[in-house]
Nanobody, 126 residues
Framework: EVQLQASGGGLVQVGGSLRLACAAS????????IAWFRQAPGKRREGVSC????????YYADSVKDRFTISCDNAKKTVYLQMNSLKPEDTAVYYC???????????????????WGQGTLVTVSS
């Protein structure tokens, strides 16, 4: 059974940092792309970052580039999202998503063949 367990959210002040973790199980980690999405109240879901389990290539939304860093520990099957210089507009529920197709997960948008973890809430207070 495929499972994605997201953790690490919390309350932080503007300019602070958090590290999210997405622990994966039930699939061959190296074959998958894993992405972080977020959704704030009343807003559309937004792709934040993605990493390829195959070659480690990384992708970022313009809104988080140079502030967030995605990484993975293949041995632990865990993907991390280090978030620095947090802003109030980063407040959202963050979800991790895994899929075989990086194109679908990151560019086209996750579909029914992809796997979602439960969300973790990040709140940035000003």
């Amino acid at each position: 059974e495929v499972q994605l367990q997201a953790s690490g959210g919390g309350l932080v002040q503007v300019g602070g940092s958090l590290r999210l973790a997405c622990a994966a199980s039930g699939f061959t980690f190296d074959d998958y792309a894993i992405a972080w999405f977020r959704q704030a109240p009343g807003k559309r879901r937004e792709g934040v970052s993605c990493i390829s389990g195959r070659d480690g290539s990384t992708y970022y939304a313009d809104s988080v580039k140079d502030r967030f860093t995605i990484s993975c520990d293949n041995a632990k099957k865990t993907v991390y999202l280090q978030m620095n210089s947090l802003k109030p507009e980063d407040t959202a529920v963050y979800y991790c998503v895994a899929g075989l197709s990086l194109l679908r997960v990151w560019v086209l948008g996750p579909g029914s063949d992809d796997y979602w973890g439960q969300g973790t809430l990040v709140t940035v207070s000003s």
